[in-house]
């Protein structure tokens, strides 16, 4: 059986039958195979195979595409593209094919090819870890199908040939799904090295298999916190159409804080704080690269160092998606993050909504992660005229993580900044959130040893930059501590790929995502450039009216199957509620 892939081919024939090919011609180990197609009878002969065989799998790890999932949200527009997205605005329809749910399954049945044939090379520690590392990336796959599509097919195994009656497996109940993600986390939790027990970077040479960027204990403790907070959310918030059956959300929740409670007092990880004021700012950029530098990296997917050492393309993300407003912020966005006085906007005495005076107002008076989350008149900037730019008058906010400097700007798409899939701080989130949902409370101890740790970082200790999070601050302003800790988590992961799948977790997005998309305050009087007066709304730039953006509780909190696997699956496959 011959090992290649197309990934435009669909479920039946390629994810459950075929298989995939190795990347050829890159120079670090981690992606590293010198065949373009490899057939099973000659390969899975060595540890060497194994770890080849376990290489392409990293290729599924969160990539630069991550952060335009936020485009699925009220946080992000793109400003300049032909048309808006249509998750978000509740406009698309049922596809006949589906990339994610192509590719989660392509990597499962890789992943269970990668166990399976190892079955024949001699037992050691590299063998163990390689089948972790395959267990970590199915949990990771399944993950992925279970948030959008609900009830998916579970396949456990590769598919034997093509009268398999595998191929037809029907839609598994989620619950059972998520249990066995559980536990191949659990597996690889016991079975991958500790962060420390890696090199911290590329640039220190590890034994082959063992390099920096691979699955380490805190990477599958820290997924395992983050599935079981989503099936938490879902099975407090969500009930029919879109979840049938019983429900048990404290057995998630306390799977979710015991998770990260775990990554948290085994302490091979912390927050990025060696650059004072501006280290929220620059996690995003090169000082925050490898876990020698930043012990806050958990798991990151690896671009390489420079065009002759190449691991893989980060896509040009820099341009034309933060430079170009392809993937720009939102009002929604701004007025989320609170006033410098802890409060957030309708309470704050520093609240300037509907009464700036410049396009500077929005920033004063913030949370310093909104003023290092978005560009602001006077920043460095680009221009492909080169010199020293500086950002100028826009009616519409740039965001900025990951921006990391004109030079760059000019070398697009040819960047290597490596692209964080997990982060400490998302840990110490997912652990508060989980103590609040389990009890619909949290002591202020829990919120010192969480949340207070990341405005602790955000104000370099300054708490008159923001004040910390306690329970008497809550109650004594009129706050709810649960939209409190959302807050905290919308601001700190904001275009990190996080908004729109906490709205659908939460049950929030029927409100959320039918308001109309706005910009920031227009002032006739600036010079924009030569652009040409845009549709306003209320004295602020309309991207999108109201009116044209829906969300139907009934069908859109999952996402529809594609029709083209419901017509190959014999019957077997049903469609989503209402699709």
Not at 191 to 209: H, K, R, V
Not at 384 to 412: E, M, R
Request: aromatic share 12%; charged share 20%; proline share 4%.
């Amino acid at each position: 059986m011959k090992v290649h892939i197309n990934k435009n081919n669909l479920f039946v024939i390629t994810a459950l039958f075929g298989t995939v090919a190795l990347s050829g011609g890159c120079t670090k180990e981690l992606e590293q195979n010198t065949k373009t197609v490899i057939t099973d009878p000659v390969f899975w002969k060595t540890e060497s195979d194994l770890i080849g065989g376990t290489n392409y799998l990293y290729t599924s790890l969160p990539a630069f595409d991550t952060p335009l999932e936020d485009l699925n949200s009220d946080f992000s527009v793109d400003v300049f593209g032909a048309s808006l997205n249509t998750v978000s605005d509740g406009s698309r329809v049922v596809p006949s094919s589906d990339a994610q749910w192509n590719n989660a399954y392509a990597f499962i049945r890789a992943a269970n090819n990668v166990m399976e044939k190892s079955a024949g090379i001699a037992d050691g520690p590299m063998k163990t870890y390689c089948i972790a590392q395959a267990r970590f990336f199915r949990a990771l796959a399944y993950y992925r199908l279970v948030r959008a599509y609900g009830d998916v097919p579970y396949i456990g195994r590769t598919i034997t040939g093509r009268d398999d009656e595998a191929i037809y497996t029907p839609r598994t109940d989620r619950r059972a799904v998520i249990d066995s993600i559980y536990a191949d986390l659990d597996f690889a939790a016991a079975n991958c090295p500790q962060a420390d027990e890696l090199p911290g970077s590329t640039s220190s040479a590890g034994s082959a298999g063992r390099e920096y960027g691979r699955i380490t204990r805190s990477a599958a403790l820290s997924l395992k916190s983050r599935v079981a907070l989503n099936e938490g959310s879902w099975q407090k918030f969500h009930g029919e159409p879109e979840l049938k059956g019983e429900k048990d959300p404290a057995k998630h929740f306390t799977i979710a804080r015991d998770a990260a409670l775990t990554v948290m007092n085994e302490g091979k990880h912390s927050l990025y704080t060696a650059s004072g004021e501006l280290s929220f700012q620059n996690l995003f950029r090169y000082p925050g690269e490898t876990y020698a530098n930043n012990k806050e990296n958990i798991l990151a997917r690896l671009y390489g160092q420079s065009l002759t050492n190449i691991v893989s393309n980060n896509g040009g993300y820099m341009r034309p998606y933060l430079t170009d407003g392809r993937n720009a912020a939102t009002r929604a966005f701004v007025l989320t993050a609170l006033y410098s006085d802890g409060l957030p906007a309708g309470k704050s005495a520093l609240d300037s909504n509907g009464i700036e005076t410049g396009l500077l107002t929005d920033y004063q008076n913030r949370d310093p992660r909104l003023v290092q989350t978005l560009f602001k008149v006077g920043d460095p900037y680009a221009s492909i005229s080169g010199s020293s730019p500086v950002y100028g008058n826009t009616y519409y906010y740039h965001q900025q993580k990951y921006w990391t400097g004109q030079a760059d700007f000019l070398n697009s798409p040819n960047l290597f900044l490596d692209f964080i899939a997990i982060r400490y701080g998302e840990v110490l989130l997912n652990y508060a959130e989980a103590v609040y949902e389990l009890n619909n409370s949290i002591s202020d101890d829990d919120l010192d040893k969480s949340i207070n740790l990341l405005r602790k970082r955000a104000t370099n200790n300054d708490n008159a930059k923001l004040p910390l999070l306690t329970n008497a601050f809550v109650s004594g302003n009129g706050l709810n501590m649960q939209e409190e800790i959302r807050r905290e988590r919308s601001v700190e992961l904001a275009y990190e790929g996080f908004r729109y799948w906490d709205l659908i977790r939460w049950k929030t997005a029927e409100t959320e995502l039918p308001k109309p998309l706005v910009e920031r305050k227009y002032f006739s009087t600036l010079d924009y450039g030569g652009s040409t007066a845009p549709t306003m709304l209320n004295g602020y730039v309309l991207m999108q009216a109201a009116e044209k953006r829906k969300f139907d509780p009934q069908k859109d909190y999952l996402w529809p199957l594609p029709s083209a696997q419901i017509g190959l699956s014999n019957n077997t496959l049903t469609q989503n509620p209402n699709w």
